[in-house]
């Protein structure tokens, strides 16, 4: 049986579940990438992209935002102030709560043209029916799901 034989007859889960694995490789060799060459990984430039989107965001919103536990986000944050990409200011009478803001640094490393895991997401789906995003969206969203459910967790609270 040739490879492609082999293929077809593992069925929608478990082929569903190849491209899975193949999409994770490849965000994760393209982040290492992105973090030798412009200095951001993949989590860490989305992170960047949401605080410019919604200036003041507490950290634990960004962490809700890209589905990540508090304490990843932490660390990330803090990474990317000590880079002077992000900054944080403590939200008025609760001084654990910080607000996020961009910098000038951070909004110029986004408007560079570099490979990026956005920009090859974005090409990949700017063809595509928004029917087709949509539909893709609500199944990757049904296996995060499931995912957290499996595990005994809220996917929310990932």
Do not use: C
């Not at 200036?55 to 990474?79: E, F, I, M, Q, Y």
């Not at 403590?90 to 570099?114: C, H, K, M, V």
């Amino acid at each position: 049986m040739s490879a492609r034989d082999l293929e077809s007859v593992l069925g929608p889960g478990l082929d569903f579940l190849r491209e899975l694995w193949a999409l994770d490789h490849a965000l994760q060799k393209l982040s290492k990438r992105m973090e030798r060459t412009i200095g951001v990984s993949g989590p860490q430039r989305l992170a960047l992209r949401l605080v410019g989107r919604f200036p003041g965001v507490p950290a634990g919103r960004l962490a809700r935002l890209l589905h990540l536990h508090p304490s990843t986000v932490s660390g990330l944050v803090k990474r990317l102030a000590d880079r002077g990409l992000i900054t944080r200011a403590s939200d008025g009478p609760d001084r654990r709560r910080a607000q996020l803001r961009i910098t000038p640094a951070g909004i110029e490393l986004l408007s560079r043209p570099d490979a990026t895991i956005e920009s090859a997401v974005l090409k990949a789906v700017s063809g595509l029916p928004p029917r087709q995003i949509e539909g893709a969206l609500k199944v990757l969203a049904s296996v995060s799901m499931s995912l957290a459910s499996a595990q005994g967790e809220h996917p929310e609270s990932q």
